[in-house]
């Protein structure tokens, strides 16, 4: 009689498992394929199995073709050449598969007109975002930076989220894209801030100033506006930002910014006001947090 091992994780016992027997099932298989046949109590004893359960594991592996009884004063039982038996259990996946691909072509038929449907369904008010965290605006503010393909224009309104000397990003866009900002005098009375501008302006960006700014803007090919709205009664610190694609509001936004961009003088002269300003003693409003190309 050849003896083959009950109990491995890559015994045939575990292999049988993940084909969909018991473990007992499996346990009793492997023990009948032992000899020609077993008694039940003898296959009981080789596999391990508890006695009272002996018959109805037996009588499963019948049913499932897996085990055939030899009738006698005491029935035996005999295990189902290896091959037809793993057949049959295979067999039996198949058709499981088969009924679940089934279902799922039902199911495809059933939702795809309710998909489609709903796909046609859009929220009106879609094209707008509101970002009320730092965090969610910078990161949105990046992603949007990173998808310009021809031309940002910026009004830049300090505290920045990061100060022009360290924005190593906008000074690759300033490189690469058509690039305009607007900068408040103010920006004159942080020598490091003044210094990153100017090299913004070495690497391309055509930089102009203006003693306010009314509000931080970014206009991305004429397509997508980003902007900050402060409460005007309660006058917080806290910045709510506005993202909304819209082509025509980005039209208008921009005639906005070219008629701040005409009133504004270049990097010597405005630094030259800006001073006469601080020794007038006059200064200007400082403005809310929004990354922009110089944030």
């Given amino acids: ?146 998808a310009v393909k021809n031309e940002i224009l910026v009004f830049t309104k300090p505290p920045y989220a990061k100060p022009p000397q360290e924005n190593v990003e906008g000074l690759e866009v300033a490189s690469a894209l058509t690039a305009r900002s607007l900068y408040e005098y103010s920006l004159f009375d942080d020598a490091d801030a003044t210094e990153g501008v100017r090299r913004f302006i070495e690497a391309g960006e055509d930089a102009r100033f203006v003693p306010e700014l009314p509000l931080k803007l970014v206009i991305m090919d004429e397509a997508i506006v980003m902007f900050g709205m402060q409460d005007p009664i309660a006058g917080s610190s806290d910045l709510t930002m506005m993202v909304v694609e819209h082509p025509s509001l980005a039209t208008v936004l921009k005639v906005a910014f070219n008629g701040f961009w005409d009133r504004g003088k270049g990097f010597d002269e405005a630094s030259q006001e800006a001073s006469k300003r601080r020794a007038g003693g006059k200064t200007s409003a400082a403005g809310l947090e929004l990354p922009a190309l110089n944030r």
């Fill in 1 to 146: 009689m050849v003896t083959v091992r009950i109990v491995d994780n890559s015994s045939p016992v575990a292999r049988l498992t993940g084909l969909g027997l018991t473990s007992y099932e499996a346990r009793a298989y492997v023990a009948l394929t032992g000899r020609d046949s077993f008694t039940a109590a003898e296959v009981a004893r080789l596999a391990t199995l508890p006695r009272q359960r002996i018959y109805d594991v037996l009588s499963s592996l019948v049913q499932k073709g897996l085990v055939s009884t030899r009738p006698g004063e005491v029935v035996k039982y005999a295990a189902a050449e290896p091959a037809l038996a793993m057949e049959r259990l295979v067999e039996t996946h198949r058709r499981q598969l088969a009924e679940l691909e089934d279902d799922a072509a039902a199911l495809i038929n059933e939702l795809t007109p309710a998909y489609h449907a709903g796909q046609e369904h859009t929220d009106p008010l879609q094209y707008i975002e509101v970002l009320r965290s730092i965090g969610a605006i910078n990161a949105r503010f990046t992603e949007l930076q990173a």
